[in-house]
């Protein structure tokens, strides 16, 4: 069954509004008509069997009956992606989403070369959004992505993980990730950093390390940013079977 994810606001006793883009989908796009079942998840709560009760220029309403799945991901796996190009960070977040990530930092790094003023940042937090939604219904999660506001570097939460891993390539006495991933817990929350195109700056390894931050090299190849991001939550996924 396709799968809408919803704000609580959003539910009235058992029944719940969709309108714009989710509308449009239902009505425009798969053709749906009153009595086919959909999935409904609430955003950070159940998920629930639904069906369709009417279908309206302006809204669609849906019955919800049997709650389907309500516990939360066994995992916390939070990526601190660097700003880079646009289609980069939006190929970014639509596959991270997709490997299992369970919170996005934007992250505005030293030689971060997107910077976002006070102006734009709500409108690209909202378009994000609109992206981690997509990908959520699309791969089926029954949890989405929280993105958070954008951050710098330094004013991370560095406290409220259990380990912080780094992406990075040119330190002699990195580790290769497989070497790192078995000694790793489910139990942990874990905050991986993803520097953006011109890597991390030694002044910022520096500051890592004050985090114990661990570091580790992905192989031999020099993966672009969003690439890097990806492939580290792919290799978690194997070892953990999620």
């Excluded at 790793?184 to 700056?201: F, Q, R, W």
């Excluded at 192989?219 to 991001?229: K, L, N, V």
Aim: proline content about 2%; overall charge neutral.
């Amino acid at each position: 069954m396709q799968r809408y994810f919803i704000n609580k606001e959003q539910i009235e006793a058992n029944t719940c509004l969709i309108e714009g883009g989710d509308l449009h989908h239902i009505r425009d796009v798969l053709r749906y008509v009153p009595g086919q079942k959909v999935t409904i998840s609430i955003t950070g709560g159940l998920t629930y069997q639904g069906i369709i009760k009417s279908i309206a220029k302006d809204q669609c309403i849906v019955e919800l009956q049997d709650v389907i799945f309500s516990s939360k991901p066994d995992y916390s796996l939070t990526v601190a992606q660097a700003l880079i190009k646009k289609d980069r960070f939006e190929l970014f977040l639509e596959k991270s989403t997709e490997f299992g990530v369970t919170k996005i930092i934007p992250t505005i790094l030293s030689r971060s070369i997107i910077k976002i003023d006070n102006e734009k940042e709500a409108k690209k937090l909202e378009r994000y959004k609109k992206i981690v939604k997509e990908a959520s219904e699309q791969s089926q999660r029954f949890q989405m992505p929280v993105v958070e506001q954008i951050a710098k570097l330094n004013d991370i939460d560095y406290g409220a993980y259990d380990k912080v891993i780094v992406c990075y390539e040119q330190e002699a006495s990195t580790s290769h990730i497989k070497n790192l991933l078995p000694t790793l817990s489910m139990k942990e929350n874990m905050l991986i950093i993803v520097g953006p195109e011109g890597g991390i700056t030694l002044e910022e390894v520096q500051f890592l390390k004050t985090k114990k931050a661990s570091f580790v090299s992905l192989g031999h190849q020099i993966f672009r940013s969003e690439s890097a991001a990806i492939m580290i939550l792919a290799a978690f996924m194997y070892e953990w079977g999620i």
